[in-house]
């Protein structure tokens, strides 16, 4: 069973931080590029980090760009976003998400281009995790 799973959500107050994991079992994990997508309330998806498998190329959406870091441990099948300085604005429901590795330059180069990430061609979508930030 393929299975991607968030953890690491919870209450944090603003400009505080939080490390996020995501843990894959079930597929070989060398084959995908893991990225990163929250969904605020009353708002659509957002794509907001992808790293390769490689590790070679990173994206980032603006309103994460400086203060959002994403890692891979491919020895321990798990992505980490590393989220500081966080804003009210950060508050949603964050996922996981795996993409063929076919795709992962393609995935990039468009985001770049676009200004945001998109969402269609994911593979798996895991289940996520909530993060509140509220003074």
């Known amino acids: 069973e393929v299975q991607l799973q968030a953890s690491g959500g919870g209450l944090v107050q603003p400009g505080g931080s939080l490390r996020l994991s995501c843990a894959a079992s079930g597929f070989t994990f060398d084959d995908y590029g893991i990225g990163w997508v929250r969904q605020a309330p009353g708002r659509e998806r957002e794509g907001i980090s992808f790293?390769?498998?490689?590790?070679?190329?990173?994206y980032y959406a603006d309103s994460v760009k400086g203060r959002f870091t994403i890692s891979r441990d491919n020895s321990k099948n798990t992505v980490y976003l590393q989220m500081n300085d966080l804003r009210v604005e950060d508050t949603a429901i964050y996922s996981c998400a795996a993409w063929k590795r076919h795709l992962e330059h393609p995935l990039i180069t468009l985001a770049q281009s676009m200004g945001a990430m998109p969402l269609n061609g994911v593979a798996y979508w895991g289940k996520g995790t909530l993060v509140t930030v509220s003074s």
């Open positions: 790293r390769s498998v490689s590790g070679d190329r990173e």
